[in-house]
Structures are given as structure tokens and as C-alpha cells.
């Protein structure tokens, strides 16, 4: 059927083709359903989206699924497309026949009313200029009444259009006062937000100074941490046989030989004394006890040079216990939260810092609006002052102009004042001569006219 639809056919007005709803058919003319194998004819001209079914519209031709031979199909298509376009083309020439009929019926009848109408123009200007010599003083009147009015309405008419013109010019300026007085408001908002926009902008680069110090603090604290830290953790003591190494916080490290025995030990202060006799002079003794109670315990003694009788035959050195207590209780109690507070100081300083930038950072953007809204302000105020200037020179134009009209309603008031006077004079001339008519001849031309 594709082929089939490829075909160029002989007949050419009547054949259109494909169906398509858009398309204007007239009468006659024939089409393709989409699938190529029926043809429809138009019934009626004006055919505009109507469908194939429907036969107010559509007749069907032929159907070409019923034709199995290509040829025979093709045969039938050009005989259908060719029937059509004999109906297209009888149909035409019956319209120009009828109009042809038509135009010779209206040539006729045109010429039989030119004919009425030139007698009738005849008989108008017969009555015409009998009725002219009856009523000529009457014309006479009436065209100079009729002027007076025309005159008087036209004065109306300027007095009023001034009246109007009055009240525009009122209405002018009150819309000139209204804008400028908008102008000026948008203008003082223009200048309040630029003002707010500086000082927003002054906050964020005091803000931004702030956070930024803040910042530096805050590194500066956490550098003394870690170097506090630091310094701690070279703190250190080892033993190795007799030789003791102490480090300190700075990781200087300086070892000592302490190159001595301790050669007794006793549960008691007491129980040291009263052996005396038996430790020679420069000799280390020790008290070591099990005793948890015990406040002697671990402290060192040297055997003096006084005799066993004494009341001192030892000389103390020191408490290696308490010494141990004391050093773990100044770094717990001193060194320790020392170095925690520079910690946490330093962690503060360093949020308060991320706080503060992300002020001045709002700040910033607060200010940035700001300085929008204060040039969308100062455009705004801008045309709308050039706005005012415009309608300002309008208004001074209209007003010029509603002098012009007045000059010209005072010079058409006088012209229409000596119209009036004449018509007044014509009148009287009229009445005049109407007085010098007889009773029996103004009766014998009002009964002609």
C-alpha cells in the first residue's frame, strides 16, 4: 500500500492527499484515510476537523483492502479521483452559470433604478425649488437661529472642556505633589538603608578584627598547651644500679652516682637510736616497716659523730616517701591542672574565635543586602524622579495648553456675541418685513409652503 500511496495521479484539483483534521476541504475534493486504503469525498466545502465517519461530511468512494491487484487498485483510485473531479468541475461551472444569471438579473435591476432614480431626482427638483421661492425668508431664519445655537452649544462646549482641562491640571498636580513627595520618601529610605549598610559593614570589620585576634589567641593558647604538654612529658626519673637520671620539662637530662649503701633498717626511730652504739660514724641506715600506719616509714638517717648516748646520734636526711607524695601532689595539684586549663582555655578561645567569624561572616552578609536594597532604593528613587520631571513637563504643557483653549473660548465667546447681535438684527429686519405683509398674503404662502 506504501506504494500505492507514492503514486502520482493525473487529476490534480480534486486529489489532496492524506487526510489531515487541519486542513480546509471543499466540495469534491478527495482524500486518504491514514492507513492508505479507503478513499473519502468531501460532501460539502468548509469541511474543517471533521472526521471520516462522519457521512454528513465524508461519502466512501472506494475501499482498496477489497482490491487485491496494485494495478486494479491504482485503476480504481484514478477512476474515483477522476469521478470527483468531474463533480468538482460541474459543480463550478454551475456556480459561474448561477452567478453569471445572477449578474445580468442585478445589471438589469441597477439599471431600471437609475432610471427611477432620475426621474425621482426630477420630480425632487421641481418640488425642491417651489417649496426654495415659498420659504426663502423662513430658510433665511432658520439658518441664522441654527447658527446662533451651534455658536451657543460651541461656547458650552469650550466653557466646559476649559472646566475639565481646570480640573485635570488640579489632578496634575496633585499627582506631581504625590510623586515628588514619594521621591523624597524613597530617597530618605535610600539614604537609611546606605547608612545601615555602613554601619552593618563597620560591625563586620570590627567582628572580623575580633574573631581574627580571637583566632591568634586561640592558637597562641593551644601552641602553650601543647608546649606545656610537651614539657610534662619530659618530666622523668630511671634508675640504673646506683646511678640516678633525672630529665626535666625542657628534656635536659643530668645523672647522679648516689655511690652509697643503706646498711641496717629498722621498724623504728627508737629501735635506731637505741642501736647506736653498734653503726659506725657515716654509715646509711633506713626505716622500713610494714606498718601502713607508721610516719617513720622510709625515712633516711646517716650516722653523725655524737656519741651513742645522745639525744641525736643520727642526722635525718629526708623522707623518700613524703618526698614521692609531694612531687605526685604538686603535679597532680599544680602542673597538672595548670596545663588542662591552658587546654581548655585554648579549646574556648579557639570556639568563641569559629563563633565570632561566623558573626562577622552574617554580618557581612547582612551588610551586602543592605547595600542591595540600598541601590534597588536609589535606582527606584531614581526613575521615579525622572518620572516626576516628565509629568512635570506634562502638566506644564496641559496648562499651557488650557490657556490656549481659554484665549480661544474668550475670542469665540465675542465672535459668537456679534453673531447674536446680526441674528438679532435679522430678526427684527425679518419681523419688519413680515409687519408689511398682508394678513391674506402671509396666509396664501404659508398654505404653499
Same mark, same amino acid.
Given at each position: 500500500m506504501e506504494e500505492t500511496q507514492k503514486i502520482q495521479y493525473q487529476v490534480g484539483e480534486a486529489w489532496k492527499g492524506a487526510y489531515n483534521s487541519a486542513t480546509p476541504y471543499s466540495y469534491a475534493n478527495v482524500v486518504q484515510d491514514p492507513t492508505g486504503l479507503s478513499v473519502y469525498r468531501s460532501l460539502k466545502s468548509g469541511n474543517v476537523g471533521h472526521p471520516l465517519t462522519d457521512t454528513t461530511w465524508w461519502f466512501k468512494i472506494i475501499d482498496l483492502s477489497s482490491i487485491k491487484s496494485e494495478? +486494479?487498485?491504482?485503476?480504481? *483510485? /484514478?477512476?474515483?479521483?477522476?469521478? @470527483?473531479?468531474? &463533480?468538482?468541475?460541474?459543480?463550478?461551472?454551475?456556480?459561474?452559470?448561477?452567478?453569471?444569471?445572477d449578474h445580468q438579473t442585478a445589471s438589469a435591476d441597477h439599471t431600471t433604478a437609475g432610471t427611477d432614480h432620475t426621474t425621482a431626482q426630477s420630480d425632487h427638483t421641481t418640488a425642491g425649488t417651489d417649496h426654495q421661492t415659498a420659504t426663502a425668508d423662513?430658510? $433665511?431664519?432658520?439658518? =441664522?437661529?441654527?447658527?446662533? &445655537?451651534?455658536?451657543?452649544?460651541?461656547?458650552?462646549?469650550? !466653557?466646559?472642556?476649559?472646566?475639565?482641562?481646570?480640573?485635570?491640571?488640579? $489632578?496634575?498636580? !496633585?499627582?506631581?505633589?504625590?510623586?515628588?513627595?514619594?521621591?523624597?520618601?524613597?530617597? #530618605?529610605?535610600?539614604t537609611t538603608d546606605h547608612g545601615n549598610a555602613i554601619s552593618d559593614h563597620a560591625n563586620y570589620v570590627s567582628d572580623h578584627a575580633t574573631a581574627a585576634a580571637d583566632h591568634t589567641q586561640a592558637s597562641n593558647d593551644h601552641t602553650a598547651s601543647v608546649d606545656a604538654t610537651t614539657k610534662a612529658s619530659n618530666v622523668n626519673a630511671t634508675l640504673d644500679g646506683m646511678i640516678v637520671t633525672i630529665t626535666d620539662k625542657n628534656g635536659v637530662s643530668t645523672s647522679v652516682n648516689i655511690g652509697f649503701d643503706i646498711t641496717k633498717t629498722y621498724a623504728s626511730v627508737a629501735a635506731m637510736n637505741a642501736d647506736a652504739a653498734n653503726v659506725e660514724e657515716g654509715i646509711f641506715v633506713m626505716i622500713a616497716t610494714t606498718d #601502713?600506719?607508721?610516719?617513720? /616509714?622510709?625515712? &633516711?638517717y646517716v650516722r653523725n659523730s655524737n656519741a651513742a648516748s645522745s639525744e641525736t646520734p643520727f642526722?635525718? *636526711?629526708? =623522707? &623518700? +616517701? $613524703? @618526698?614521692?607524695?609531694?612531687?605526685?601532689? =604538686?603535679?597532680?595539684?599544680?602542673?597538672?591542672?595548670?596545663?588542662?586549663?591552658d587546654h581548655t582555655r585554648a579549646e574556648n578561645d579557639h570556639t568563641q574565635a569559629a563563633s565570632d567569624h561566623q558573626t562577622a561572616a552574617t554580618d557581612h552578609s547582612t551588610a551586602a543586602g543592605d547595600h542591595t536594597q540600598a541601590g534597588t532604593d536609589h535606582s527606584t528613587a531614581a526613575a521615579d524622579h525622572t518620572l516626576a520631571a516628565s509629568d512635570h513637563t506634562t502638566a506644564g504643557t496641559d496648562h499651557t495648553t488650557a490657556g490656549n483653549d481659554h484665549t480661544q473660548a474668550v475670542s469665540d465667546h465675542g465672535t459668537a456675541t456679534t453673531d447674536h447681535a446680526a441674528y438679532e438684527q435679522a430678526i427684527g429686519t425679518i419681523n419688519g418685513k413680515m409687519d408689511e405683509i398682508s394678513q391674506s398674503d402671509f396666509d396664501t404662502i404659508f398654505n404653499d409652503w
Open positions: 494495478s +486494479d487498485r491504482i485503476a480504481a *483510485l /484514478n477512476t474515483a479521483i477522476a469521478e @470527483a473531479e468531474a &463533480l468538482r468541475v460541474a459543480a463550478e461551472e454551475a456556480r459561474e452559470r448561477q452567478a453569471a444569471a423662513h430658510t $433665511q431664519y432658520q439658518t =441664522d437661529h441654527g447658527k446662533e &445655537l451651534e455658536r451657543q452649544q460651541a461656547e458650552a462646549g469650550r !466653557v466646559q472642556a476649559e472646566t475639565q482641562r481646570n480640573t485635570a491640571e488640579g $489632578q496634575r498636580a !496633585v499627582a506631581e505633589n504625590n510623586r515628588a513627595a514619594a521621591e523624597t520618601e524613597r530617597h #530618605t529610605q535610600y #601502713t600506719t607508721s610516719t617513720e /616509714n622510709a625515712r &633516711l642526722t635525718f *636526711l629526708c =623522707d &623518700l +616517701d $613524703q @618526698a614521692a607524695t609531694s612531687a605526685w601532689a =604538686d603535679w597532680f595539684n599544680n602542673y597538672k591542672p595548670t596545663i588542662e586549663s
